[in-house]
């Protein structure tokens, strides 16, 4: 199985600052064929299931505020909050879809200073 | 707009077996995968397997091979899991999802949007 990791568990921020999250796999998620790396990120706010908002590492979901960006390749891979928002308290979820069976990383709080 | 509602909270005994049902609207039911993702305080977000609405096929992962059967009811666009010989182990908060994607585009395997999750409860 692929080991999703992610760092740091919490995060606080002060409003309008830059939030980091990071995410490494324990192998490649980058597909050769088509230059796609099939990593996913979620945002889950307290008592809501996740939503996803970043898809082939880099691609926003519909609705997705563009202060959310992707980036990274292979086994690294970042999720960047440019100026972070009240509305974006959240635990944070990196996923490969790269093999069955698809995995999670544990989660990134992130919170307000 | 597309959505999936899922049964209410569940309360069972060591041993017993839940069936959580997961309702689709909005969509063409037979046209996406259906997955089933848990989340517990220990082990976060970890992925059941899934569905094919259109024929019912599955694919479930190791672990619960056995103990997990997923079905559905393309008369009332609805998706089953149940879970059997269930643990403290199996108390979490039990999500269904959709894929991103239809099947016909042959590029599954994210998860939006998500039903509202129900809740296990193990306990003697």
């Known amino acids: 199985d692929i080991v999703m990791t992610q760092s740091p568990d919490s995060l606080v921020v002060s409003l309008g600052e830059r939030a980091t999250i990071n995410c490494k796999s324990s192998?490649?998620?980058?597909?050769?064929?088509?230059?796609?790396?099939?990593l996913a990120w979620y945002q889950q706010k307290p008592g809501h299931p996740p939503k996803l908002l970043i898809y082939w590492a880099s691609t926003r979901e519909s609705g997705v505020p563009d202060r959310f960006s992707g980036s990274g390749s292979g086994t690294d891979f970042t999720l960047t909050i440019s100026s972070l928002q009240a509305e974006d308290v959240a635990v944070y979820y990196c996923?490969?879809?790269?093999?069955?069976?698809?995995?999670f990383g544990g989660g990134t709080k992130v919170e307000i200073k | 707009q597309v959505q999936l509602v899922q049964s209410g909270a569940e309360v069972k005994k060591p041993g017993a077996s839940v069936k959580i049902s997961c309702k689709a609207s909005?969509?063409?039911?037979?046209?996406?995968?259906i997955h089933w993702v848990r989340q517990t305080p220990g082990q976060g977000l970890e992925w059941m397997g899934v569905i094919n609405p259109s024929d019912g096929s599955t694919t479930y992962v190791q672990k619960f091979k056995g103990r997990v059967t997923m079905t559905r009811d393309t008369s009332t666009s609805t998706v089953y899991m149940e879970l059997s010989s269930l643990t403290s182990e199996d108390m979490a908060v039990y999500y269904c999802?959709?894929?991103?994607?239809?099947?016909?585009?042959?590029?599954?395997?994210?998860?939006?949007?998500w039903g509202q999750g129900a809740l296990v409860s193990v306990s003697s």
């Open positions: 192998q490649s998620v980058l597909y050769f064929s088509n230059n796609k790396n099939y």
């Open positions: 999802a959709r894929d991103f994607s239809t099947i016909a585009a042959d590029d599954p395997n994210r998860f939006d949007p």
């Open positions: 909005g969509y063409i039911f037979t046209n996406y995968f």
């Open positions: 996923q490969q879809y790269y093999i069955t069976p698809l995995t």
